[in-house]
């Protein structure tokens, strides 16, 4: 496809889709979820529990990029989390200036707790390979790391696939 309207054609409708699922999975979250918790404190829950990796946490601009919300409203989840006991922040072993967050026992217990709630997809999942949905995720993490996205610098966020034990993170000064 080289026409370069068909490519702006199919871009338009891939965001129009992503942004149509996007709402229906975080109305989903939201009902499904948590009654205390917005689905944008589940998924920075998740985000601080599941791929903090080696690392010990996620900076709040790293939190921010990775659920695409402005800085001051990661600080206001990040807040809220911590004040609710779910989150811990912790200096950064990488650069003491920093503060990292990760989930604290009683938010990995209470995430736990959503998760098993959430086990309902696995309805639709299983109609999905997992090859297919591993592929899925690899073209929405390289949209999401790509420079042309965004008018910031990336931060290379490799999330955890079902089964996959080793997430990883890195700015995009480390991947240089």
Do not use: Y
């Not at 689905?39 to 990029?65: H, Y």
């Not at 639709?124 to 995720?137: C, H, P, T, Y």
């Amino acid at each position: 496809m080289s026409n370069p309207l068909e490519v702006a054609s199919r871009w338009t409708h891939i965001a129009q889709l992503t942004t149509a699922c996007s709402r229906n999975l975080r109305r989903w979250l939201a009902e499904q979820g948590d009654p205390e918790l917005g689905e944008m404190e589940i998924l920075l829950l998740f985000l601080c529990a599941e791929a903090a990796g080696d690392r010990g946490g996620f900076s709040q601009v790293e939190l921010a990029s990775a659920l695409g919300v402005s800085p001051a409203q990661t600080s206001s989840l990040v807040e809220r989390l911590r004040q609710s006991g779910l989150l811990l922040g912790t200096r950064s072993q990488v650069d003491r200036r920093r503060q990292v967050w990760r989930a604290s026992r009683e938010g990995e217990h209470r995430l736990h707790k959503i998760l098993s709630r959430l086990a309902g997809l696995n309805d639709w999942s299983e109609r999905v390979s997992a090859e297919r949905l591993s592929g899925f995720i690899d073209a929405l993490e390289l949209l999401m790391n790509d420079r042309s996205f965004r008018s910031e610098p990336p931060r290379l966020l490799r999330f955890p696939s079902p089964g996959d034990t080793t997430p990883s993170t890195s700015s995009s000064r480390e991947a240089s």
